[in-house]
């Protein structure tokens, strides 16, 4: 059968190409309780724990067996495991059971236990327990700053325009491993330019970006993957514990770190055991927490095409992220990774995690144009900055960014591409030249710079790990050059390192170089009135976006078009006897105080055409001022009812035009063109003719609007409010006023 135009336009749709599956619990494609899920279930003998769900001791895996040894409380877990699913549901969602409470549960309960009960939960529950659960109060947002090319003084300037933004986690990542140094000194400079904190990562191999933590380049990392079957852990010849051992290396040397996993990566990796997504997730953040992370990056990250493919597969996600925070870990939710082609559905997935909050609203906001994302797409990027600001005020929930122009920008991106090349250049590890510097100062991503030689990005990686260079040398080169604010702060940067304070449970540094984390800035949230609220500052800058225009604004584009054309006043319409005429009813304002329709015409240009247009077909034109009322309808019916022929038409400054019939009442008329914007001359002229043509006794073919076009949307109704106050601003009382139409020379 031949397909028909409605498949056809559905099948050009974005979301067509989108691939979503049925449930296939055999292959762990499915969200929540598979028919494989074990039944939950605690064992515990002479204080060890010898049973765990379903699973006897002798038969433990590696990850049972670390749970047993480090991830569970033996002497909670039966008190845990014994409260009803419902009823703890009820718990984790409800504001009258304190937080803490919920944490000291979770200790003893097995992931089959927290898997089963998450998924008694609705989209709404999650998101009352994600903001109840999370660790920290303020919630804050990571970004990613890569580029194709691994350009070290674009990485720095970058760097800079995302700290200005309001990023305080910078992670970054390379093509080619070589260059990984070069990138992770450029990242930590740009970092620390518009103000101090800003933590920064270099997502590598474990081993180099380990080596680059202890040189104090990077100052966190979240690349160290655990997985839900022993398999898959063995795959990558890894176990529970060799990643606590790795844990403890990071922290032992002032770094914070995160485990990363997210469901879907069993079912990529074949190992999936016929679980459920959700179950195996359970697992990943037991070992998690069981490790002494402090917390967790997860929610789909690479699997989340996966999981979003099947039913309920978003939810699974949020639940994921509130499981997180149920072990008291840092959740830093995992939106690093495009999960559709299509807009509306990324932004709905997305979008639950906004408005509860979040430790880390993105595992990785591509701060950088897709192209140049090398972690791939982010699910919202550089070109979606403008789109979350103005979500972020729509909703006015604290999504941690700031609206910021060139006149903020570019000065901070100068100085750090400045004090990039300054160092490399101190450091003899590469030289640029100034025009490239200005390339990269007003760039939006590498297409604008110039294709430099990757080959020496490589050997200036090499040269920082061969001559053992660190963070102090990057200090001294700052200082050298004169960037005394910026080899300050990162010196600062690696001072904290002793203190640690930034390795407490989702930690980051304030601006001020504060540290907010569970301990110091504790999510208090037990209800309305409680937890986070913005400052009324906070609202005010939420508020201001790129976008935002003046009343003031709005009406200025008016002022250039004055006196296009010159009405008179000329004292009180009347109804004159002549039966081939048309009246034309103007608003209050038009060309008084309203000189340019939404179309871009002038008023008069659209008047010139409605004459033209009357004319053409032989008959008389006047024109009458209405001043009781701006209501389109009653312009026009006044009007009507002052012509000879009963018909006339009526216009607003703004554009919008119909034509009307005395006979008829007020609100009705025998055309109308309602959408200011899709009016051009040629439709101002065409229904002249048909008014004329009305007059006649004729019946016209109505004149239509294109069938495409910019209609009246929200790039309008701002300007139509500031018009039409500018239209009831001159309405007075008294009869319609004939006007003497005449044109500047």
């Not at 979003?308 to 939810?315: C, H, I, K, L, Y």
């Not at 702060?489 to 540094?509: C, K, P, Y």
């Amino acid at each position: 059968m031949e397909e028909s135009k409605r498949s056809a336009f559905f099948g050009s749709r974005t979301i067509s190409r989108d691939v979503v599956v049925p449930e296939y619990p055999e292959l762990g494609l499915i969200a929540f309780a598979s028919p494989n899920d074990p039944e939950p279930s605690i064992r515990v003998e002479d204080g060890r724990i010898v049973e765990i769900d379903g699973v006897a001791e002798a038969d433990f895996d590696l990850i049972d067996a670390f749970l047993a040894a480090h991830g569970i409380d033996p002497a909670i877990a039966e008190e845990a495991m014994a409260i009803d699913d419902v009823a703890f549901a009820r718990m984790l969602c409800g504001a009258d059971v304190p937080r803490t409470d919920i944490l000291r549960l979770v200790e003893g309960m097995t992931p089959g236990k927290v898997a089963r009960v998450l998924s008694l939960l609705t989209p709404l529950e999650l998101m009352q327990a994600m903001a109840k659960m999370r660790a920290r109060r303020t919630p804050s947002i990571q970004a990613h700053v890569t580029n194709r090319i691994d350009h070290p003084l674009l990485i720095a300037a970058d760097a800079a325009s995302a700290v200005a933004l309001g990023f305080r986690e910078l992670e970054t990542t390379v093509p080619v491993l070589r260059d990984a140094p070069l990138v992770a000194l450029a990242l930590l400079i740009g970092s620390q330019v518009p103000a101090p904190g800003a933590l920064s990562q270099c997502a590598i191999e474990e081993k180099t970006e380990l080596e680059l933590g202890m040189r104090g380049l990077t100052s966190y990392a979240e690349t160290v993957s655990v997985y839900g079957t022993e398999r898959v852990f063995l795959d990558g010849d890894d176990t529970p514990w060799s990643k606590a051992f790795l844990a403890s290396s990071y922290a032992s040397r002032g770094l914070k770190m995160r485990f990363t996993s997210g469901s879907g990566a069993e079912v990529l990796m074949g190992a999936a055991e016929g679980k459920s997504l959700l179950y195996l997730e359970a697992r990943c953040v037991a070992v998690t927490r069981a490790a002494g992370s402090q917390g967790t990056q997860n929610g789909g990250i690479d699997g989340i095409n996966v999981t979003g493919s099947v039913p309920n597969g978003m939810r699974e996600i949020l639940a994921e992220n509130v499981m997180a925070t149920m072990y008291g870990l840092e959740s830093c939710t995992g939106n690093d990774t495009q999960m559709s082609a299509s807009d509306i559905r990324r932004t709905a997935h997305t979008l639950p995690l906004l408005l509860a909050g979040s430790d880390f609203l993105f595992s990785g906001f591509g701060s950088i144009p897709t192209y140049d994302n090398s972690f791939g797409p982010s699910n919202f990027n550089a070109e979606d900055i403008d789109d979350y600001l103005m979500i972020q005020r729509d909703w006015g929930f604290e999504g941690a960014l700031r609206s910021r122009t060139d006149d903020d920008l570019l000065p901070l991106r100068r100085r750090a591409a400045e004090a990039c090349r300054a160092v490399l250049e101190e450091l003899d590890l590469m030289r640029f030249d100034d025009a490239e510097l200005e390339r990269v100062v007003s760039a939006h991503g590498s297409l604008d710079v110039a294709e430099h030689q990757t080959d020496d990005t490589a050997k200036a990686g090499d040269a920082i790990i061969e001559r053992g260079l660190t963070a102090i040398d990057v200090v001294r080169a700052l200082a050298a050059r004169g960037f005394d604010v910026e080899a300050e702060r990162v010196l600062e940067m690696t001072r904290q390192r002793l203190f640690g304070d930034h390795l407490q449970t989702s930690a980051i540094f304030g601006e001020d170089m504060q540290v907010l984390s569970a301990l110091t800035d504790p999510n208090d949230y037990a209800g309305p009135g409680t937890g986070y609220r913005m400052s009324p500052e906070r609202q005010q800058e939420v508020a201001r976006v790129r976008q935002e225009r003046s009343h003031a604004e709005l009406l200025a584009e008016q002022a250039p078009h004055a006196d296009c054309v010159l009405l008179e006043d000329i004292g009180p319409a009347a109804v004159r006897p002549r039966p081939d005429e048309v009246v034309i009813g103007i608003s209050p304002a038009f060309a008084v105080d309203v000189w340019l329709t939404l179309s871009g015409i002038t008023v008069g240009e659209a008047l010139r055409q409605m004459l033209a247009g009357i004319e053409e077909e032989g008959v008389a034109a006047r024109v009458v001022r209405v001043t009781h009322s701006l209501d389109l309808g009653m312009i026009g019916w006044t009007a009507a009812n002052l012509s000879g022929s009963g018909i006339a038409l009526a216009i607003q400054g703004k554009g919008t035009a119909l034509i009307h019939r005395a006979d008829l009442p007020t609100l009705a008329n025998l055309e109308l063109l309602s959408v200011a914007p899709l009016i051009d001359a040629s439709r101002y002229r065409a229904l002249g003719r048909n008014a004329a043509r009305h007059a006649r006794g004729d019946k016209p073919a109505p004149v239509l609007l294109p069938e495409s076009g910019e209609a009246m949307g929200p790039r309008y109704h701002a300007k139509v409010v500031a018009l039409i106050t500018r239209e009831a601003q001159r309405i007075t009382p008294g009869e319609p006023q004939e006007v003497r139409v005449s044109w500047p020379s």
